[in-house]
């Protein structure tokens, strides 16, 4: 099954909803997992089949509560909770004080994911290579970095694509594919170009994969803060051509390390 990690440089470019509307949109099953250091936001923006909130306790806490007893002790779908959207969610650490409780827990959840039996989008958070989050992305089929493509945000990312190139081994066999998606108008039909031509410039090993739509009436839509009719917005049809394209990429990787 593939695993797809969602990151980010610097800033909020818009990772969690990327990641949250391709889930909508994913082809296959598909579970969505929220490993943001930082503290998870997927919790806030989803609800349960009920309608409710989802149990904070149940997800990346209770998960490495069961790692500690040992990696073939556990599996991902014992931490899933369903939801209204029709995916089930691993809820993320409530706050980044609560890290401390996942412990070692962080180099084997990329292995959890790999063997859960759909496939799983990640959502990672912001990514140094100080990151806990960091061996997540060693592990998974797909690495998905979210930019805007301004100024900085192309600055952050080729930095940040430097910093990776030789820990994730870029490039080589059993190495994640690296993607990017500009979070821009949907209407911008130059940007995949530009930035790509920017990163092969640059000699770095990362595919332009297509765009996010900005969208704020969809992004509040995906956030459960406004209702409408979602598969109709500009963010969640972005969405569905990327889904696409990251499964088509899938269905071609050759192993993993
Ligand atoms: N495609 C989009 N169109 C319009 N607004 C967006 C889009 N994506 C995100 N936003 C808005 O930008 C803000 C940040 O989004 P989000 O939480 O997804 O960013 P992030 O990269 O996950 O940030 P962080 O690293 O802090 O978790 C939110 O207010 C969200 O509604
Ligand atoms: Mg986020």
Redesign the pocket.
Known sequence: MTTVAVA?AK???????????LATQWPRPVALADV?P?GG?VVWRVRGLDGGPLDLDRGMLSLGAGLRRGVSETTLAEHLQDTAFGFPVLTGVPTPEQLAGIGGAWTHLGEVFNRHEADVIV?C??ISLSSPSLPVLHKADVVLL?VRPDLEGTAHLRHLLRALQGTLRLGQAGAPQVCVVA?TSYRDTRVTDDLQRLLDHEGLAARVAGV?????K???ML?STLAGNLARSL?VRSARDLAKHLTDLSRHQTGRS
């Open positions: 980010s800033g909020s470019p818009g990772a969690t909803i990327a990641a949250l509307a943001d930082a936001d959502d958070g912001r979210v979070v996010v739509a900005h969208d704020e969809g992004a509040r956030s963010l």
